[in-house]
């Protein structure tokens, strides 16, 4: 039995990120230039001045030194203009405390919307008074090489978690460092899993205190030193 292939440009886990040039707050940016060799978290909010996306942005904004510990850069994506970010991010800060300063997209058209299928077309009612639907709150975790490593879509009703955002790209991280995966609810400390491409003999030099629970899953600590 043939699988069907996806239309269109569908952008899947394992997908090249497309490049682009926008209009930010900061200034025009070129994708690529701006995520130079760093890790990046590219994430979208239907439109200015509205109430979830305000929170959402000022909590990125006080973790983006988290982020930055992690050479990992920020960039977000709203439908409406420059000028109208401007605005907005001084509510933002005014009201969460933060200080924003990574650029904000400017996507009036929905032109990188749609090349990042950041729009919700089943939701008929999330639409702007010309017709246009809204993009939803789409997070894309981009490694060094451009490949797409995560993507996650919230409905424009909820508002993310930042935490997750934050351990899913440490899980990448060591997980690309250490060549181990990790569990549910892991978080950096916890135990890992020793990746299936590890033989025992091999882990025993790797990781001289794994453990074997089933052949198929097997569990080692992580010193300080192994995840830095």
């Not at 999330?126 to 993507?151: A, E, W």
């Not at 299936?196 to 453990?211: C, G, I, Q, Y």
Request: glycine share 4%.
């Amino acid at each position: 039995m043939s699988i069907p292939k996806p239309e269109g440009n569908t952008l899947r886990l394992g997908s090249i990120a497309p490049n682009f040039i926008a209009d930010t707050q900061n200034g025009p940016i070129n994708l690529y230039d701006y995520q130079g060799d760093d890790w990046l978290v590219f994430f979208s909010h239907p439109a200015d001045r509205t109430p979830v996306c305000t929170t959402e942005l000022g909590a990125f904004a006080k973790l983006q030194p988290e982020f930055t510990k992690r050479n990992a850069k920020l960039v977000g994506l709203s439908v409406d203009t420059t000028d109208s970010h401007e605005d907005w991010i001084r509510d933002i800060n005014e009201i969460t405390g933060s200080n924003l300063v990574f650029p904000l997209i400017a996507d009036p058209k929905r032109e990188i919307a749609l090349m990042y299928d950041m729009i919700d077309f089943q939701d008929a009612t999330n639409i702007d008074d010309k017709g246009v639907q809204f993009t939803i709150r789409s997070v894309f975790i981009i490694d060094p090489s451009h490949t797409i490593r995560l993507i996650l879509a919230y409905p424009a009703s909820t508002g993310r978690n930042t935490a997750e955002v934050l351990r899913v790209l440490d899980s990448l991280q060591t997980g690309d460092k250490h060549r181990v995966t990790t569990p549910i609810n892991w978080i950096p400390g916890d135990d890992v899993i020793v990746h299936p491409s590890v033989s025992n003999d091999e882990a025993k030099t790797l990781f001289p205190k794994f453990r074997i629970i089933k052949p198929y899953l097997r569990l080692t600590p992580l010193s300080l030193d192994h995840q830095n």
